[in-house]
């Protein structure tokens, strides 16, 4: 069906973009519009699938946070070595063997250092293989040792790095748990509770709520995470470029962008349409401006915004949406072609164009094959069952695109 193929390409790019997946600590956004479809057109209720819900989430990701270098990592205790040998120089009477020890524990902490960097970084290249257990194991050392000698920004980093892996792994209560815990040392450590990774940490966490069904948590979440974004926003437009630079300028605005998405994406599934349909709206026009028509998110969110105008009968407003994101994407050789040709025979089906929903399809169908896109070919060809359903009810006479079920029902 539309829906279906729509969301593919809000996972599509997982193994394009594995790297930097594991590199930022993407956003978990639990909350899916073909879930929302499944519901509203099939009765059915399911549960999100973590890995799914993750996988669409974390190509969202379009700046970084929390880059683990080991400037990044050392940075407060780089000032604090630094003012310690300002007070070692200026003391005369301090003893060369004292001085030696100092020597000796600076070297001991660079080699914890970079032995925690050298876990992570082991611990990433296992996530990306898929082997999660062995993901977990180095993180549990890098975190141990993170502790041991009080490597703060350390800490931060692994613990939000293990609650993404308890999150792939369905562990959403552990998941939690470790968000929080990175969280409080963020605060203890004077960050505020506007900066922009408290922020995105509370949207993890409120997501994660949508996903546990703490829907009255979920929504003081995301509202916490738009009133502190929109102020940011609001005082922003007072500072010159020389108290605040483009870059965090543009930052707050896409992280804005992506609590836009994942409230769209949990109202959805909430059933509460015209409210998601807002959200994505506000969401398309941020992330055109940031990053431009042609950027892949920004497609992914005209492809959303058709679905759900779709799923509400404005079926000519969402055609106009897909329509031009397939067209951008055709021009900048978008990787997922196939899956905004799929959603567009879908939208197309529904207003009854049924010969040229059916053109699309197979040629959505072809692509799919050509990239070896099993899961798009499958979604595709529940949409040609559907269409298969329509033209057969068509033939038999009954209202145009109305299947025996719903003829049935009526």
């Known amino acids: 069906m539309a829906l279906h193929i729509s969301c593919r390409l809000l996972v599509s790019h997982i193994s394009r973009f594995n790297s930097s997946i594991l590199e930022s600590a993407r956003i978990v956004c639990l909350s899916s519009v073909l879930h929302a479809k499944r519901e509203l057109t099939h009765g059915q209720s399911r549960s999100i699938s973590p890995s799914l819900a993750w996988r669409s ?69 296992s996530m990306m293989r898929d082997e999660l257990d062995a993901a977990n194991g180095f993180l549990h050392q890098a975190i141990r040792l993170a502790h041991q000698t009080h490597n703060t920004q350390a800490i931060i980093y692994t613990y939000s790095l293990m609650g993404n892996l308890a999150f792939v792994q369905g562990q959403l209560t552990n998941a939690e748990k470790l968000f929080k815990a990175a969280m409080s040392f963020m605060l203890s450590g004077g960050m505020p509770q506007d900066h922009n990774a408290v922020i995105e940490m509370s949207l993890k966490l409120a997501s994660i709520y949508a996903s546990l069904n703490k829907n009255e948590l979920a929504e003081h979440g995301f509202q916490f995470c738009m009133e502190s974004l ?27 962008g992506l609590c836009l998405d994942a409230r769209a994406r949990y109202l959805a599934a909430s059933h509460r349409l015209a409210q998601a349909t807002g959200d994505y709206r506000r969401a398309l026009q941020i992330c055109s401006e940031e990053q431009g028509e042609t950027h892949p998110q920004t497609l992914v969110l005209m492809s959303d915004l058709a679905t759900i105008l779709d ?36 939208i197309l ?8 929903a059916r053109r699309l399809y197979l ?13 798009a070919v499958e979604q595709i ?14 033939k038999d006479g009954k209202p145009d695109g109305q299947t025996e079920c719903e003829a049935a029902s009526g």
């Open 57 to 125: 989430a974390v190509n969202r990701r379009s700046f970084r946070r929390y880059n683990i270098t080991r400037n990044h990592i050392n940075e407060k205790k780089q000032s604090e070595d630094s003012s310690s040998n300002r007070n070692l120089l200026g003391a005369a009477a301090a003893a060369f063997s004292f001085f030696g020890k100092a020597e000796d524990e600076r070297d001991e902490a660079q080699k914890a250092e970079d032995e925690i960097i050298l876990l992570l970084k082991k611990a990433k290249l």
């Open 311 to 346: 799923l509400q009968g404005k079926h000519e407003e969402a055609l106009g949406h897909i329509t031009r994101a397939m067209q951008l994407g055709k021009e900048a050789g978008h990787p997922d072609q196939h899956v905004l040709l799929g959603n567009m025979a879908g």
């Open 230 to 256: 929109e102020a940011k926003i609001e005082k922003h437009k007072d500072l010159s470029p020389e108290e605040l630079s483009d870059e965090e300028r543009k930052d707050t605005r896409l992280l804005l």
């Open 381 to 394: 060809e529940e949409g040609l069952k559907e269409l298969t359903s329509r033209r057969k009810a068509q």
């Open 349 to 356: 089906m529904h207003q009854g164009q049924l010969e040229e």
């Open 363 to 375: 040629e959505a169908i072809a692509l799919a094959q050509a990239m070896g896109d099993g899961e």
